[in-house]
Nanobody
Framework: QVKLVESGGDLVQAGGSLRLTCTASGLSSGNHTMGWFRQSPGNEREVVSCIGRSSVSIYYTDSVLGRFTISRDNAKNTLYLQMNSLEPDDAAMYYC??????????????????????WGQGTQVTVSS
């Protein structure tokens, strides 16, 4: 059974940093494209960043580009999201996802979840202004 456990969420002041961690079990994460999604109250879940199996393909949503860094350690079955220069709009529940799709369109790269995507329970990030 696949299990994804997120940690690292916290209350932080605007401009601060957090590092989210997702530990996977029940799968070899190195065989799966992974990602981070977030959802704030009243909004739909949105993709934040995704990373391919060998860390070559990476996607960031425009609003976090240059501030967030996704990485993975396949030997540890662990996914990370380093978040710097946090803004109040970054406040949300952050979810780890296994088996997402990164795809290239003529005008750019996208990432999306799939029907087979496995989700963690989430970790809360709160940013005070």
């Amino acid at each position: 059974q696949v299990k994804l456990v997120e940690s690292g969420g916290d209350l932080v002041q605007a401009g601060g940093s957090l590092r989210l961690t997702c530990t996977a079990s029940g799968l070899s994460s190195g065989n799966h494209t992974m990602g981070w999604f977030r959802q704030s109250p009243g909004n739909e879940r949105e993709v934040v960043s995704c990373i391919g199996r060998s860390s070559v393909s990476i996607y960031y949503t425009d609003s976090v580009l240059g501030r967030f860094t996704i990485s993975r350690d396949n030997a540890k079955n662990t996914l990370y999201l380093q978040m710097n220069s946090l803004e109040p709009d970054d406040a949300a529940m952050y979810y780890c996802a296994a088996d997402v799709s990164i795809y290239d369109l003529g005008w750019g790269r996208k990432c999306s979840s799939l029907t087979k995507t496995n989700w963690g329970q989430g970790t809360q990030v709160t940013v005070s202004s």
